[in-house]
DNA sequence: AAGAGTTGCAACCGCATAGAG
DNA sequence: CCTCTATGCGGTTGCAACTCT
């Protein structure tokens, strides 16, 4: 840790927040805070940059958003991180990495921040104790020889294999230039080539690309372009049968509905195979808890809920389609490619 | 008791992106 | 298209509280 002098120094290098001097930063007052809040209630979010001049407080409107999203929104909820959210928390951020804002609309009155925190405090530090990456959620690989080439540890793996983080810089948002135009030109991406790697869970198509928001692109993109809207796993074996989305009536789901009952199959999967896991004897008529589909959508500007896999037709395909065939992969722990 | 070291979390920063003009 | 502005995100920092020596 650094000391208070290096601190204080590296502080004294920064630009102010918003480059405009005479603004105050640090903590909140409650009387700030009171201000704000009044002031958004009344007036509603939104033109942060305008707002606090509007409000009566000496603050830039980044900061101001900030303390209004992460402490003083009605519905965050503070407190303790109960046990139900720290194993959603896990399984979420096995299955989209350092996406603090996807995470956090996963779970009801949590903020992305106190998410974060709490990874990087808590744990990341537990996964290291029970000998997990924290960032590949594998198994940490001591190797007195640094010099010699370790063997994939995937066979024994206990969990399943995580989405690998690709750079930060390399992490294609949703919609990102780089994500293939799905046209009918031969060079792009077509749907049919999304196939679901045999690793449980790791969504993967066949050129190797396995970022989640990317497959929300190529989704998203192959929905725009009315194609052939079939996913077929690894092995070759149709698992999605997005056509009927087609036939089906009113086509005014956005993709994020889509990768919403996606996401939410990936981690009712993980539900089910977990609670398999703690119940070798299954239970006649167990199903998966829809732990996700019931949470309200709390952040605008992640993939809403509110088209549940229930409700539409081609989510039941999807979750039906991904539970059969992760399932199965799941519990022959072999991941067979 | 006191100083040093550590922890946890609020807040900040820089950058990327969307959308308006 | 291009530029500008607003917003959102993830990484990082600052610092109070706590623990250790």
Redesign the pocket.
Known sequence: ????S???S??ST?????GKVGL?????TPDEDELLANYVRREGE?????LPKRAGLL?????C???WM??LRPSVKRGQIAPDEEDLILRLHRLLG?????IAGRIPGRT???I???W???LS?KLISQGIDPRTHKPLLINPNPNEVVPSSSSVLLLPPPVVEPP??TV?????PNIPSLDNSSTSISSHEIGFGCNNNEVVDNKGNNDLQYLKGISGAALDNNQDHNLKNSDGLMIMGLQNMEEDHDIEYNNDDIFSSFLNSLINEEVFVHQQHQQPQPQPQQQPINVINSLPDH????YPLGSSAQTFGYGVIMEAAFSSSTTHHAFNQEPDC
């Open positions: 840790m650094a000391s208070s290096s601190k204080n590296s502080k920064k630009t102010p927040c918003c105050k930063r640090g903590p909140w939104g033109r942060w940059r305008t603050r830039c409107g980044k900061s958003r900030l303390r992460n402490y350092n996406r603090w804002s996807l992305d921040n106190e974060k925190n709490y990087n405090t808590h530090k930060a810089s294609p948002k949703p919609i990102n952040h605008h500007h992640q």
